[in-house]
């Protein structure tokens, strides 16, 4: 089964000359939105839309399910990775780290996840190490 693409756009302000938009007919494209943006644009294109009052993980993750996704992989930033880890909904954690040390210029790989204490935070079991091409993936999965 080929993967979804599926991308977060409470506007819908994608460029439609871009290449998500081009590729929108090859590649199955579902586009979750808010209320208030506009998905003709995008439906002419393929795109399958789903439009919901906020895109808080659980709701999104919610009308995936419904849509028939069973597995999701999100691939976003740091803010994207700690909504997830806030709202309990990331069950696995696949990391990529290599030999390049950028300090305090590069961009977290999780967000604020706004602890009280060090016991609220999520806890998670190592599953595997793998070297990658130079580069080392960690895989982990939620403790119970």
């Not at 290449?19 to 808010?34: D, E, F, Q, Y």
């Not at 439906?43 to 789903?50: G, I």
Request: aromatic content about 4%; overall charge neutral.
């Amino acid at each position: 089964t080929q993967p979804v693409r599926v991308v977060l756009s409470h506007g819908l302000d994608l460029p439609l000359d871009g290449r998500l938009a081009r590729s929108a007919r090859v590649v199955p494209l579902w586009l979750i939105h808010g209320p208030s943006a506009d998905p003709e644009p995008w439906r002419s294109l393929c795109a399958r839309t789903f439009r919901i009052a906020d895109l808080s993980p659980v709701r999104v993750l919610t009308c995936l399910g419904a849509a028939g996704l069973t597995r999701v992989l999100c691939e976003g930033g740091g803010s994207l990775a700690a909504s997830l880890m806030r709202e309990g909904v990331a069950d696995r954690l696949i990391g990529f780290t290599g030999g390049l040390a950028m300090g305090s210029e590069g961009r977290p790989s999780v967000g604020p996840l706004n602890l009280a204490q060090l016991a609220g935070a999520p806890r998670y079991v190592l599953d595997q190490v793998r070297d990658i091409g130079g580069d080392v993936m960690a895989e982990w999965h939620l403790a119970p």
